[in-house]
């Protein structure tokens, strides 16, 4: 007779008497530890095979750590299967392990509809103080972290736990993230390579790599690694393979390659993840919208044909709607670029209703995120003086990040107020900040030729200098 507690693949108690569920239990930490992304659509984004905690219900319909796992990966989609889950863990809780019931308690919390994020931190260092090997609970406080905007304490929580984790897959792609975050880049690099060295499959240590390749501009060398990497991505989720690739897009498209390279990754294998049975829409839309915007910035929508179109069409739907800020402030400005005027005003409105029902604390962390949602609809419909009067006057958009976002992905946001100064005739100023954004990162030829524009508006002699630069550095990477 098998006994009634068996051991996780972190070496944990989970009461059940099926080998099989545990198998699918370490199935599903297995797609959560190696797929999860920051910016989630959900609470968390899982690889392609997400629903493999399903399995375990099948082999064990009573098991408490089934059940929580699954109401957490059902939540989303499926509330009320969720919570049926979520009350079959609790009412075998008196049969739980500690490890379960920690466990248990971090989720069901996490899942309660007036939760408080600091509360929930708290409940999963709690987890990871008595189990420090359970990286699928890590990656989950991470996530919170991240939309709190505490990359330091992202950090400190992976330091407490990589003693116990030395040498284990996932867990320096992990540490990669937040030291990225904090501009940590040489620490950030030495973790994803170590991570990298230990598994060359693992995606987010990939991905860590060509944060910091990107940051450092070495455009080719960026496109050539993760092309490389490419092959190992048919497995991830639909955020994770479309987003390497718009990473990929992003360092063409900085390089200042051809810009047919980069509607060439747009279709082939971001666009295109739609034709997949088992692709996550909503993911690939906010890749999409994400590249087009990058490109609008750069006065190259025309280029772009009806893709703008398709995509605005297919974020109508309302079903895309209030899945994350980010994702929303992106969808504000397609329905708007595109004029569908009532639809993205809707959708502004609904963010407003819901801004509103905050509690005054949350309003204050989150004002920021629903003043950029206005000045994207401003910039769509080409209203720039009241979109530049909506944001703060030495703006950045790195202290925008609690929409959801990664440096890399609010850093266009950058762009749209640079471009908002130099269409209102705010030359000096639009040349003050672009000074000291290229003082960061001078390989970036589409900044130079911005501050070329600054230069001229104000009749400065330093035009011709930064022409000069931007026409070196436009040649340089991919010609």
């Known amino acids: 007779m098998e ?34 992304s920051p910016p989630s659509l959900s609470v968390l984004i899982y690889g392609r095979k997400r629903s493999v905690i399903l399995e375990a219900l099948a082999h064990d319909n009573q098991c408490v750590l089934a059940n929580i796992l699954a109401a957490h990966f059902l939540y989303s989609p499926d509330s009320s299967r969720a919570l049926t889950c979520l009350h079959a863990a609790e009412s075998r809780l008196d049969h739980a392990t ?45 996530v919170l972290c991240f939309y709190m905007g505490l990359p330091g304490l992202s950090l400190s929580l992976i330091q407490q736990v990589l003693p116990q984790n030395e040498g284990q897959n996932y867990i320096y792609g992990m540490l990669a993230f937040p030291l990225l975050e904090l501009g940590r880049m040489e620490d950030a690099e030495k973790a994803a390579s170590r991570g990298f060295e230990i598994n060359k499959q693992d995606i987010w240590s990939q991905h860590a790599l060509c ?34 690739w718009w990473h990929a897009a992003i360092c063409y498209l900085e390089g200042n390659a051809p810009r047919q390279r980069v509607l060439e990754i747009y279709d082939n294998y971001i666009w295109k993840e739609l034709d997949k049975n088992d692709s996550m829409k909503a993911e690939v839309y906010l890749n999409a919208a994400g590249l087009l915007l ?24 309302q079903e895309n709607w209030y899945i994350e800020w980010h994702f929303d402030v992106l969808i504000v400005w397609t329905l708007a670029k595109s004029g569908e005027i009532s639809k993205a005003e809707d959708l502004l409105k609904g963010l407003k209703n819901r801004f ?33 009067d909506l944001l703060d006057p030495d703006f950045d958009a790195t202290d925008y990040k609690i929409i959801g976002a990664s440096d890399e992905q609010v850093d266009v946001f ?53 022409s000069e630069k931007a026409t070196s550095l436009e040649s340089r990477y991919f010609n």
Not at 100 to 107: G, R, S, T, Y
Not at 115 to 126: C, F, G, I, N, T
Not at 294 to 308: A, K, T
């Open 98 to 142: 500690l490890y379960e019931k920690l466990v248990f308690d971090a989720i069901s919390y996490l899942l309660s509809e007036d939760r408080d994020d600091d509360v929930a931190l708290e409940m999963h260092s709690k987890l990871l103080k008595e189990f420090p090997r359970d990286l699928v609970s890590l990656k989950r406080a991470q």
């Open 211 to 244: 944060h910091v390749l990107q940051y450092k501009c070495c455009f080719r060398e960026a496109v050539k690694f993760m092309e490389e990497c490419s092959s190992s991505w048919c497995s991830a989720s639909s955020f994770m393979l479309t987003h390497n």
């Open 294 to 317: 990058r490109l609008c910035v750069r006065g190259e929508l025309d280029i772009c044909g009806d893709r703008l179109k398709l995509l605005s069409e297919c974020l109508t739907n």
């Open 356 to 388: 509103l029902r905050m509690t005054k604390g949350k309003q204050q962390i989150m004002k920021r995120g629903m003043m950029l949602a206005e000045a994207l609809y401003a910039y769509g419909i080409g209203d720039e003086k009241h979109g530049l």
């Open 414 to 466: 950058n762009e749209v107020w640079y471009n908002m100064l130099l269409n209102t005739g705010k030359a000096l100023k639009a040349i003050e900040v672009l000074e000291k954004q290229i003082k960061k990162r001078d390989g970036v030829p589409y900044l130079w030729r911005l501050l070329e524009r600054g230069y001229k508006l104000a009749n400065k002699p330093e035009e011709k200098i930064a």
């Open 3 to 36: 006994e009634s507690v068996k051991l996780n693949m972190w070496g944990y108690q989970v009461a059940t008497s099926s080998q099989a569920c545990v198998s699918a239990i370490n199935s599903y930490c297995h797609q959560v530890t190696h797929f999860t």
